[in-house]
């Protein structure tokens, strides 16, 4: 039988109405290019709408839904510029005042007439005394299916609102006899478009009931079994035959030559790397170092040792920054020994790029650092021999691979490393075509991280402490939660507000993921530079933010986030040999509170990683997910970890053997998982 999902789920996303060109460019370039992808953007949290507010127990600033009979409507202005009024009062005597801008449609709509009964969905204010709710969700109280709403995160720019609009819309293109090759062989479980449905369009189930749990755990299986397919699609490409690269006194050179002495955990990972690229065999190797352990070093080695025998190296990073940050450091290690180093990302300008490529292809550059953009057709290495990834679960396994591929001479040895702290098995079972090194401990001259829990009433204290820090040309990350508009936690904007007016002459900038590409990296460059001192985020600057005059780091709702996170955010302060700080204030004193205690007494990253597995348990069934974590939209294996070894120890992978290309074929143009 012919699978009938194809010409649905592979449609391109601007056939959706209302997805225009612009639009469909900005989704594209996060991966959302069909409409299968989309539908894989899950709701973030749900709202209950089972409850009808009296207008007079209104709170301000708190969502509510009300009912009631339209007493008058006008319009004020002229055509689209107009505004509409509308009068609604309920059985409570109490009126309320509801405007709609730019929607002078409404003024001929039969359903909002006088004496009308509709519902209303919105954030209601005070004027006075009198309420007043702008642009709210109204439907005819016939229509009305109190029920739980999706609630969808911002996207590409756009609210979360037409997101779930956008998402709507694209169900109806799917047919309900629909099905994934993995259905047939989940007999017991919804099929993946009936999860889908239910997902997205479910009113009557609780977000934590068994049949949204049962929905999501069918999503996550797909992701997850189409992961495990690809890895044993990808072992049979790793184990080929290369050209030996012996050890040379070129090694031994750069590493006498360092200003430091290599810990015995970079001495022991050097070892299994060098092995490797002596072995014949390709290299595939997964290097797990913990934050600011020195990683970037031991990949340095191995472009010494790929220098040496004539071939070429690169090394790609998931954002502009973290690229930057290598090419200096690498610059700086390298060039002495005449190994040259180049960059090249999605800003180089032309001319500039046009001159790298071509020296790239004529073998004069040794050592190419870059982003995506070395993804790209026309980067032609000379003769590459060894592609790193760094953090490289920000990648899918697609793109991991896609690097190697750039030589067809020769197999090129594959390294990708990663600062997220996964227990050994579970590292295993997630990269199971990879060989695994663990990297613990601290260059010599670093010094351990003071770390303290810290309550809200003491800010003041601490806003005097950070201006010491100021004093002596220290910078200061904080981090809030990663918000949408309808959380009530601080948000990027609040805080910087805050910390403005306290210290009125700092150049204080905010991040967070909702802002252009550009303007991201341009707080970051300001952080690095030291035109900014302080820097106030979400959690994107988690990984790949190297600057070592940053010395406190201060995270706001602590308990929200898992140990390993923590540790992660921790990890971009004490990169000097100066003492550095990480702050941990929590919202209350909760039994939550009582993990972050080891936080402030341990600073191994897996030990941290394996509390996280004990004590977070299953967590919020969706809206915790869809990090990207692993290269997972849907899975987080800190979260998962007993799902993940329970299905990497399932009969079923057996039977999916000889499906294995039928399955990539299918899920490959969906962009879904980040394959």
């Keep these: ?34 409409l299968g992808s989309l539908l894989f953007h899950l709701p973030k949290s749900w709202i209950d709408d089972r409850t009808i507010t009296p207008i007079n127990m209104l709170q301000a600033k708190q969502e509510a839904r009300i009912v009631g009979v339209i007493q008058s409507k006008r319009s004020v202005g002229r055509g689209r510029k107009s505004t509409i009024f509308i009068t609604l009062a309920d059985e409570s005597g109490i009126n309320i005042q509801l405007s709609f801008f730019h929607a002078n449609y409404m003024m001929r709509d039969a359903r909002l007439q006088e004496g009308q009964t509709i519902t209303v969905r919105g954030t209601p204010d005070k004027w006075g005394n009198q309420w007043q709710m702008t642009h709210p969700d109204w439907l005819p109280i016939a229509h009305l299916n109190a029920g739980f709403i999706p609630q969808y995160a911002s996207l590409a720019g756009y609210h979360g609102k037409k997101i779930g609009g956008w998402i709507k819309k694209g169900l109806q293109f799917i047919a309900k006899e629909a099905e994934s090759p993995l259905d047939v062989y989940l007999p017991d479980q919804p099929s993946l478009v009936q999860a889908l449905r239910f997902i997205h369009t479910n009113a009557q189930y609780a977000p934590n009931s068994k049949e949204i749990l049962q929905a ?40 006498d030559s360092l200003p430091f002495e290599l810990t015995d955990a970079q001495q022991h990972v050097w070892q299994e790397i060098s092995r490797d690229l002596a072995s014949g065999q390709r290299m595939h190797r997964l290097l797990q170092g913990d934050v600011g352990a020195g990683k970037t070093w031991v990949a340095a080695l191995g472009m010494v040792r790929l220098a040496a025998h004539g071939r ?12 930057q940050q290598h090419l200096e450091t690498l610059k700086e290690l390298l060039e002495p020994h005449h190994i040259s180093v ?36 026309d980067v032609v290495f000379q003769d590459l021999g060894l592609a790193m990834i760094d953090e490289q679960h920000r990648f899918g396994v697609q793109q991991r691979w896609a690097l190697s591929e750039k030589n067809t001479q020769h197999a090129v040895h594959l390294l990708a490393m990663t600062a997220t702290p996964i227990p050994r098995s579970l590292a295993l079972a ?41 004093e002596k040309n220290g910078r200061v990350y904080w981090v ?48 690095a530079d030291g035109s900014c001192r302080i820097l106030v985020s979400t959690t994107v600057i988690e990984v790949g933010v190297n600057v070592p005059e940053a010395r406190v780091m201060i995270i706001e709702h602590a308990e929200m986030y898992g ?56 967590g919020d069934a969706v809206g915790t997910r869809q990090s990207g974590e692993a290269g997972f939209k849907l899975i987080d294996p800190a979260l998962d970890a007993d799902f993940i070894r329970q299905w990497c120890a399932s009969p079923i992978l057996g039977q999916l053997q000889n499906l294995s290309e039928d399955i990539i074929r299918f899920w490959r143009p969906l962009a879904t998982p980040k394959l």
Aim: charged share 25%; proline share 4%.
């Design 1 to 34: 039988m012919p699978i009938q999902i194809y010409p649905s789920f592979y449609m391109p996303i601007e056939r959706v109405d209302t997805i225009g060109p612009v639009a469909a460019k900005k989704l594209q370039s996060l991966g959302y290019s069909s």
């Design 563 to 618: 140990l390993a996170q923590l540790h992660q955010l921790r990890g971009r302060v004490g990169r000097s040999d100066l003492q550095s700080f990480c702050m941990l204030i929590p919202s209350q004193k909760t039994a939550a509170t009582e993990r972050l205690n080891l936080m402030t007494t341990c600073h191994d990253g897996l030990i941290l990683a394996e509390s996280d597995l004990k004590h977070r348990g299953a």
């Design 430 to 470: 997630l990269y199971g075509d990879m060989h695994l090194s663990i990297m613990q401990g601290l260059p010599k001259g670093r010094k351990p991280i003071e770390t303290r829990m810290i309550y809200q009433d003491k800010l003041p204290a601490l806003a005097d402490a950070i201006e010491r820090m100021l």
């Design 216 to 255: 999501f755990t069918r999503l996550q299986l797909e992701e997850l079994l189409v992961y495990l397919q690809l890895m044993q699609h990808q072992r049979k490409k790793a184990a080929i035959k290369t050209t030996v690269l012996a050890a040379t006194n070129k090694e031994q050179q750069f590493i």
């Design 480 to 527: 809030v939660p990663r918000i949408d508009e309808d959380d009530d936690s601080i948000s990027v904007d609040e805080r910087l507000a805050t910390l403005q007016k306290r210290f009125p002459n700092e150049n204080i900038l905010g991040l967070h993921g909702k802002m252009k590409s550009k303007a991201k990296q341009e707080a970051l460059s300001s952080f």
């Design 342 to 377: 180049a960059l090249l990302t999605g800003s180089t300008k032309k001319r500039e790029r046009n001159t790298t490529l071509k020296a790239l292809a004529a073998g004069h550059i040794d050592v190419l650092v870059g982003t995506h953009a070395l993804l790209t057709h």
């Design 312 to 323: 070429q190296s690169s090394i790609m990073a998931p954002t502009e920054v973290l690229a």
